[in-house]
């Protein structure tokens, strides 16, 4: 690995993580919605890696659109403002007051061709943020359905004395595997942290970056109530021990 990639996170390394993951979790846990899960984080992995591609792709041809658009709306605008000018001094006014319409005709003119450059120019950056948002959003809603897998999984229920009914917890799984399950829950937020990253490294949109950081810190805070369940199973098994 070179110093050159180690200045930006790449897909494939991403992927390769998120398909080990699955796997892991397909041998223990087969049957489990968890695995669902997983499958579907590494497909929407892939998705992230096709798209900032196809995005880098895209950009460059709907920016060298919009460059010679633009262009072209400069172009006639000054061609129409130069037969404008030629018209104005060719029937000249006879005072200063008859120029007025003139200039504020200019003026709106200058205002709409400034307009129109900024909105082609940043077109290609709008066309960008909205595909990756997209892809953010769906990130995020993985994110809240892995933190729903481990709701139901809470330590207390393995307790002899819980009396909190057949719908609290999950009996179909032992202590051992309900640690294994939990720490496979921060291990698939780490990995939407990590593939929500990826489209930072593909834009600079301040809309973009703070949509990751936001994802970064839901994922990170939905880990540390992960964790402190698996604190207080460990502590319950060795007591038990």
């Not at 049957?31 to 929407?44: F, P, T």
């Not at 595909?131 to 207390?156: F, G, W, Y």
Request: proline share 3%; hydrophobic share 45%; aromatic share 6%.
């Amino acid at each position: 690995m070179t110093a050159r990639t180690l200045e930006k996170l790449e897909p494939v390394p991403v992927i390769e993580t998120a398909r080990r993951l699955r796997d892991r979790i397909g041998a223990r846990f087969p049957d489990r919605g968890i695995h669902r899960v997983a499958q579907e984080l590494v497909s929407l992995t892939e998705q992230v890696a096709d798209t900032s591609a196809g995005s880098r792709r895209r950009s460059r041809l709907v920016r060298t659109a919009s460059h010679a658009v633009i262009c072209v709306v400069v172009l006639v605008a000054l061609v129409a403002f130069g037969f404008a000018v030629e018209a104005a001094f060719t029937d000249a006014p006879d005072n200063g007051l008859d120029w007025l319409p003139l200039i504020e005709s200019a003026v709106n003119d200058i205002v709409f061709v400034a307009i129109a450059v900024v909105l082609l120019y940043s077109f290609p950056e709008r066309v960008q943020r909205a595909d990756l948002l997209a892809k953010l959003h769906r990130l995020r809603s993985l994110a809240h359905i892995v933190d729903m897998h481990q709701l139901t999984k809470e330590p207390e229920s393995l307790r002899d004395a819980f009396a909190g009914g057949t719908d609290s917890g999950d009996r179909g799984l032992t202590p051992e595997q309900i640690e294994y399950y939990l720490e496979y829950c921060t291990e698939l937020l780490s990995m939407v942290s990590k593939a929500a990253a990826l489209c930072a490294e593909e834009s600079q949109d301040d809309i973009v970056l703070n949509t990751v950081s936001t994802i970064e810190t839901l994922t990170m805070g939905m880990s540390r109530k992960v964790w402190q369940k698996i604190t207080v199973l460990s502590e319950e098994r060795t007591a038990k021990a």
